[in-house]
């Protein structure tokens, strides 16, 4: 599940949502749903189904949006309600979807303000399923689904698998929570060029080199930068692949995530993706040693053989996974240092072909491992340097994409 901290931000910021609630035990949740999306920034405006209003009500959503709240289609704004609705929408989403509201979707039927809204848009729509694992998995609604997919365009969020209402046990039907929907909206509203059809590669996280079945070797890296990259470069549309070392992260929404432990396990993964790659970002803090041998049974200190541990180097993943690439790929690498900050990140700029070095050094407040901030030096291969002030590491990823799209658009223009 996406967690992240909630404040007005493109895409969504400034932008019209239509949120669509039908009549699931999951309605609940699409209050926090139109919360999450009014704190973004997005202007809601919700409109519930007649039989929805029975599991939640009109000022739960007016409370947490501001914004408009619709119950039927002929009301006091007039007969063309679902076209002003529709027609100003940037986006629809409708969460809970529910079985019957997919059949009719599917079958182009406006007997409801919301249907008749889906056939007024010209806007993305998102269906969030919701329903019994029974009722998902029937062949009618998955011909339902499929005709909403492939045939209208609608995009599908969901559904997870997991426990459903009460006594109906586990399975696929489960609505996705609040804030991976709002995700899915974000994507929506934001893929545009550069990024659209584009392929990037991340790393992330530290990576552990086993001493024995109890100890390794490590870094207090949590993978949060990585991991919002990652999350950044698919909100603006492209196909992500994010490889990394052990994190508590979850794994984000739309990125194909690939867990890894050691550096070798992490090169094997990377040379698997980096032949696609448009952009590749090398955001893991991979150890630069590992034991020589990995001893079977844990070390003891009565034994006297576990006081000096012999090291071997590890591969370099960015140089190692590079040879021989194409050239036109965008290729972004860290340079975590504790002294001689610029000037170790300049050796890694012409060491290792990267286009955009972040330099940062760890001891500053704020900074380095295991903290939700960074402060951060951009260096480009054109010798450009621009400090940064302390950022969220998800406001350093909207960042480092700005300057990785001005480079994509800098390449399509062959300068």
Same mark, same amino acid.
């Given at each position: 599940?996406?967690?992240?901290?909630?404040?007005?931000?493109?895409?969504?910021?400034?932008?019209?949502?239509?949120?669509?609630?039908?009549?699931?035990?999951?309605?609940?949740?699409?209050?926090?749903?139109?919360?999450?999306?009014?704190?973004?920034?997005?202007?809601?405006?919700?409109?519930?189904?007649?039989?929805?209003?029975?599991?939640?009500?009109?000022?739960?959503?007016?409370?947490?949006?501001?914004?408009?709240?619709?119950?039927?289609?002929?009301?006091?704004?007039?007969?063309?309600?679902?076209?002003?609705?529709?027609?100003?929408?940037?986006?629809?989403?409708?969460?809970?979807?529910?079985?019957?509201?997919?059949?009719?979707?599917?079958?182009?039927?406006?007997?409801?303000?919301?249907?008749?809204?889906?056939?007024?848009?010209?806007?993305?729509?998102?269906?969030?399923?919701?329903?019994?694992?029974?009722?998902?998995?029937?062949?009618?609604?998955?011909?339902?689904?499929?005709?909403?997919?492939?045939?209208?365009?609608?995009?599908?969020?969901?559904?997870?698998?997991?426990?459903?209402?009460?006594?109906?046990?586990?399975?696929?039907?489960?609505?996705?929570?609040?804030?991976?929907?709002?995700?899915?909206?974000?994507?929506?509203?934001?893929?545009?060029?550069?990024?659209?059809?584009?392929?990037?590669?991340?790393?992330?996280?530290?990576?552990?080199?086993?001493?024995?079945?109890?100890?390794?070797?490590?870094?207090?890296?949590?993978? !949060?930068? /990585? %991991? +919002?990259?990652?999350? =950044?470069?698919? #909100?603006? &549309? *492209?196909?992500?692949? @994010?490889?990394?070392?052990?994190?508590?992260?979850?794994?984000?929404?739309?990125?194909?995530?690939?867990?890894?432990?050691?550096?070798?396990?992490?090169?094997?993964?990377?040379?698997?993706?980096?032949?696609?790659?448009?952009?590749?970002?090398?955001?893991?803090?991979?150890?630069?040693?590992?034991?020589?041998?990995?001893?079977?049974?844990?070390?003891?200190?009565?034994?006297?053989?576990?006081?000096?541990?012999?090291?071997?180097?590890?591969?370099?993943?960015?140089?190692?996974?590079?040879?021989?690439?194409?050239?036109?790929?965008? !290729?972004? /690498? %860290? +340079?975590?240092?504790? =002294?001689?900050? #610029?000037? &170790? *990140?300049?050796?890694? @700029?012409?060491?290792?072909?990267?286009?955009?070095?972040?330099?940062?050094?760890?001891?500053?407040?704020?900074?380095?491992?295991?903290?939700?901030?960074?402060?951060?030096?951009?260096?480009?291969?054109?010798?450009?340097?621009?400090?940064?002030?302390?950022?969220?590491?998800?406001?350093?990823?909207?960042?480092?994409?700005?300057?990785?799209?001005?480079?994509?658009?800098?390449?399509?223009?062959?300068?």
């Amino acid at each position: 599940m996406t967690a992240r901290p909630l404040a007005p931000r493109p895409p969504w910021a400034g932008r019209r949502v239509v949120l669509g609630v039908t009549a699931g035990i999951a309605a609940y949740k699409a209050v926090q749903l139109a919360r999450d999306l009014a704190r973004l920034g997005a202007r809601v405006d919700t409109v519930l189904s007649s039989s929805a209003r029975r599991f939640v009500g009109p000022l739960s959503f007016a409370g947490v949006t501001g914004g408009s709240v619709h119950t039927r289609i002929l009301a006091t704004e007039g007969a063309a309600l679902h076209i002003r609705l529709g027609t100003e929408a940037d986006l629809i989403i409708v969460a809970p979807a529910t079985a019957d509201f997919i059949a009719k979707a599917a079958q182009g039927r406006a007997d409801g303000l919301l249907t008749a809204i889906l056939l007024s848009t010209r806007a993305p729509v998102i269906l969030a399923p919701a329903m019994n694992d029974r009722m998902y998995s029937h062949p009618q609604t998955q011909r339902n689904l499929e005709h909403c997919r492939d045939v209208l365009g609608y995009r599908l969020a969901g559904p997870g698998s997991g426990a459903l209402a009460v006594g109906e046990g586990e399975g696929p039907g489960r609505m996705l929570e609040p804030a991976d929907l709002a995700d899915h909206a974000g994507r929506a509203l934001g893929e545009a060029e550069p990024f659209l059809g584009r392929t990037v590669l991340v790393t992330a996280g530290p990576t552990r080199e086993p001493m024995d079945p109890v100890r390794y070797l490590g870094n207090r890296s949590s993978g !949060r930068m /990585g %991991f +919002a990259i990652a999350r =950044e470069a698919w #909100l603006r &549309g *492209a196909d992500v692949t @994010l490889v990394t070392g052990p994190s508590s992260l979850p794994d984000p929404v739309g990125v194909r995530t690939v867990r890894v432990e050691t550096a070798s396990d992490m090169l094997s993964e990377v040379k698997k993706s980096i032949t696609k790659a448009d952009i590749v970002v090398y955001a893991a803090a991979v150890a630069d040693f590992r034991p020589a041998e990995r001893r079977d049974r844990k070390i003891k200190k009565s034994s006297g053989d576990g006081r000096t541990i012999e090291l071997t180097e590890n591969p370099d993943i960015a140089l190692e996974s590079w040879a021989g690439r194409r050239n036109g790929v965008v !290729r972004v /690498g %860290f +340079a975590l240092e504790t =002294e001689e900050l #610029l000037e &170790g *990140a300049r050796k890694k @700029l012409e060491e290792k072909g990267f286009d955009l070095v972040l330099a940062n050094d760890p001891g500053e407040p704020g900074a380095g491992f295991d903290v939700p901030t960074n402060r951060v030096t951009l260096l480009d291969r054109e010798g450009r340097v621009e400090e940064l002030p302390l950022l969220a590491k998800e406001e350093l990823a909207v960042v480092v994409m700005d300057r990785v799209a001005d480079r994509l658009r800098s390449v399509a223009r062959g300068a």
